[in-house]
């Protein structure tokens, strides 16, 4: 394919994560050192600073600075969750994009989310094809979900896992060191996919007596019994739940036992939240012991002073091969992993058409999940670990994180 | 002073924190490296354990495990909040505790804790004194409260701190992603004394935005006025708050809105939480801004990953100087700490009487509070700063902390 010269723009979008600006270092890094993109822009605030004709000129950032976004956590250009509407029904959105993309001579557009932002770029791309605009579009993946299809993982998961992982570990020290019963109950994020909430397995002996993940519908009486039975052997519970557990019917334990409201983000997914504390007080009630909640809110997906360097590096090499692949004529592609467990660890990049990794979402396998649906098995164990490894070289300013701190000079446009 | 030769019990109690095996680390090895310490227990759940006579023999432990103390949090010997009746009304319990001394020949008592477990420390001693039964009775200090009286700062509190401060930071990162307002509210342990929740102030320029100690009486219409300036300017306000806040009447913030039920533990304290939930609520109610509450909860005292090697030393070296002060005579003691800053931080142990440390909460200075009480001065920051330095030389494995495993085998008495 013949060379194509023009600027390039990297967005970030949808929940930010410990991994994402390492993606966006890994684009940018290689945008700034390769021929044939005369310009590097950053969309503010994802897909929104591009309707907005607010970029970024990334071209004036120092490099050194710039380094260590591979160590700062959340969306370093900021972030969105703006749902761009169908095509075939409003196309404004597309027309305005068109018309920045041509006012910038925009000839590279590089994407940087979970499901619904490879909507965003699948859309966007087929838009462009169908519109005769040259421009190659490439998403770069990121959810501490886990959930995209056709990928072994994605960026950000391994971070996350490593935290939940972790503080799992640290909890059961913690939450067993009374002579009185307990009972603690550890909510995770994962709406519909459980694999946040698996790796809470990953703690190994010091891993929640019971998880329960989205992938198998939960039974509140059977719950309250398989947590009675560890409680009364031991005299103490640890559980981890996923946030987006629901019961056979699809009603959302989160909402069990809240009264009314209900609120719903503009992608139409419930808002979910408070989950430990609704299950709390169902165990305090059924049970009479002292029940803790958890809730490991923004936490798990920012805390980026326990990111996986596994995670970091591979996000990283992510982003660059986006770039390094569409300037070698790739387009309408998501890059993803490609692993054996085999023989030791190993991944590899792949590239992955759009339009089946868009808002598809790929779940725990059913047969890593025990026959209860209480635990994980060793499959899983197998599965995750590698991606927790490493870590991190975030470099320490007076005993604490060094983030970069960019200019983000708005290009006059 | 004569040799006094004898069994030695080691005991822990109150709240757990990642640095309190620090200080048992130091006292065990001391202990079992000095020839007038005859034996080494540890009390199983503080001074229940004692009570029980259910005791660890700690000289059965292999060394090197029992080395990954300093790195493993939560207390290892198990904790306790059992609170020991005032020997003038009931003495029983200091008749059982003397018997357990007098079966095992038991002439050393060292007792890590807080401001209870100092008082149960200080009773025992001195009813041993006025019992004329020779034990050298000294306790170590430990509270991520931070508020013992007498010592500069506390073993436990400069991790706590860490922990605080760069957890504020990722969160400050993630709060502002999105262009769309949102105030977060944090939640911070510390029942009296707004110790921890001051270290929020140590993430510099990614602190929180307002933050309220216990120190200030807090008073809703003005924190309500403070925030919405913030959010009407930033489009986004980041909130710190004490959980011990209350008003000018004395009521907890935490029991607004909350109908009747209120719980208290055996101390007779009134059980918190859930704060940062009933502040939600009401700025949603009152700004209508998407707001979200978040409680550090068990990880701001468990999460050892990221504590302090300035902490975990110093505990090291208060546990250690105990035992050796000892068995060179002292007792009736508390080890503090002597810290200077004005040429670089400086810090030395020190003895206080133990009668003065016990039940004596120790308070932010109002000095180092900003005059509307709602954010903290440079006094603070020149404090705190010293005690969060360096990173954990914590041992991993498997990408995870490899805590101590203890035999913990039971003396048969």
Request: glycine content about 10%; hydrophobic content about 35%; some cysteine.
């Amino acid at each position: 394919m013949s060379e194509l010269k023009g600027a390039c723009i990297i967005g970030q979008s949808g929940g930010p994560t410990s991994a994402i600006n390492a993606s966006a270092l890994g684009a940018i890094e290689a945008a700034l050192d390769n021929p044939s993109i005369t310009a590097v822009y950053g969309a503010a605030n994802g897909i929104r600073g591009v309707l907005d004709d607010k970029l970024y000129d990334l071209d004036k950032e120092d490099r050194a600075e710039l380094s260590h976004l591979k160590y700062t956590p959340s969306s370093a250009l900021g972030s969105c969750r703006y749902k761009l509407k169908d095509p075939d029904v409003d196309d404004a959105d597309y027309r305005r994009i068109l018309e920045i993309f041509q006012k910038y001579d925009v000839r590279y557009f590089f994407y940087n989310g979970g499901n619904d932002s490879m909507d965003t770029c699948n859309k966007i791309s087929k838009f462009m094809l169908k519109n005769g605009y040259e421009c190659r579009v490439m998403g770069i993946p990121k959810t501490i979900d886990n959930d995209l299809a056709g990928t072994d993982h994605c960026p950000g998961y391994g971070s996350a896992a490593k935290y939940v992982a972790t503080s799992c570990m640290e909890i059961y020290q913690d939450a067993r060191v009374y002579d009185i019963g307990m009972i603690t109950i550890v909510e995770i994020m994962g709406r519909h996919a459980g694999w946040l909430t698996a790796a809470a397995a990953l703690a190994g002996p010091y891993a929640p007596d019971l998880i329960y993940l989205p992938e198998v519908p939960f039974d509140m009486d059977t719950f309250l019994k398989d947590t009675q039975v560890v409680y009364e052997k031991n005299g103490k519970a640890i559980v981890a739940v996923s946030e987006g557990i629901h019961d056979k019917d699809g009603k959302f334990i989160a909402e069990y036992g809240v009264s009314g409201e209900q609120t719903k983000d503009s992608f139409g997914h419930t808002q979910l939240g408070g989950l430990a504390a609704t299950l709390a007080a169902i165990v305090k009630e059924k049970t009479g012991a002292k029940v803790r909640g958890i809730e490991f809110s923004l936490l798990q997906r920012c805390a980026s002073h326990v990111a996986s360097q596994t995670d970091l590096d591979e996000s990283y090499a992510a982003g660059k091969a986006a770039v390094d692949h569409a300037t070698a004529g790739t387009t309408d592609k998501m890059v993803g992993f490609k692993c054996t467990r085999d023989c030791g660890y190993l991944c590899e990049l792949a590239l992955l058409p759009l339009d089946i990794v868009a808002n598809t979402e790929k779940k725990v396998p059913r047969e890593w999940i025990n026959p209860a649906g209480n635990g994980l098995l060793q499959g899983y164990i197998d599965y995750g670990l590698p991606l927790i490894q490493g870590e991190t070289k975030q470099e320490k300013e007076n005993g604490l994180p060094r983030f970069a701190r960019l200019k983000k000079i708005l290009v006059q446009g």
